[in-house]
């Protein structure tokens, strides 16, 4: 079971405060708003080119997926705010070959439902985009990007680029 709520939306506004970036979203199926507030520490990717992000570079109508911690808390207000730890962000609604979720090393599996195959030109990296190993990844929350993957139960993929997200 994940340890993240993803939330899906498209971006109709963002303004600045001293402290953060706020990004208005609206949902596609309820048309209903959240705002997404971005710090520092929030990564924000490109869905399927897999480079970091400016918040400067995002404009409206983009497609928004956002990742924020279950146990987070959050604030009784409306509309619902939150602080994602990962945003992914695209031009289209293209947001296939990304995964969130607690890596199993013994079974190289993300979530119980894709399995890994890390090769040498899978690019790791922590948080501040330092390159780690391997290793380092068991037992953590990650971010996996992928090209394609098996269609086998589960299916299995050699992803581009893993990032550490809670490490």
Do not use: W
């Not at 290793?135 to 990007?145: C, P, Q, R, T, Y």
Request: glycine letters at 4%.
């Amino acid at each position: 079971m994940s340890n993240f709520i993803q939330f899906k939306g498209i971006l109709t506004e963002q303004h600045e405060t001293p402290s953060h970036f706020v990004l208005t979203c609206k949902k596609q199926e309820d048309d209903s708003i959240f705002l997404l507030n971005l710090t520092k520490e929030t990564l924000l990717f490109h869905s399927t080119s897999y480079e970091p992000l400016l918040v400067s570079e995002l404009k409206r109508c983009l497609f928004i997926h956002a990742y924020v911690y279950e146990l987070q808390p959050a604030m009784l207000i409306f509309p619902p705010q939150y602080s994602p730890t990962l945003v992914l962000v695209n031009e289209e609604e293209l947001f296939f070959g990304n995964k969130v979720g607690t890596y199993n090393a013994e079974t190289s599996l993300v979530e119980a439902d894709l399995r890994l195959n890390i090769s040498p030109k899978t690019v790791i990296l922590n948080k501040l985009e330092e390159s780690i190993g391997a290793e380092k990844l068991g037992g953590h929350d990650i971010a996996v990007f992928f090209k394609i993957s098996t269609r086998s139960l589960p299916p299995q993929t050699t992803p581009q680029k893993i990032i550490l997200l809670d490490g």
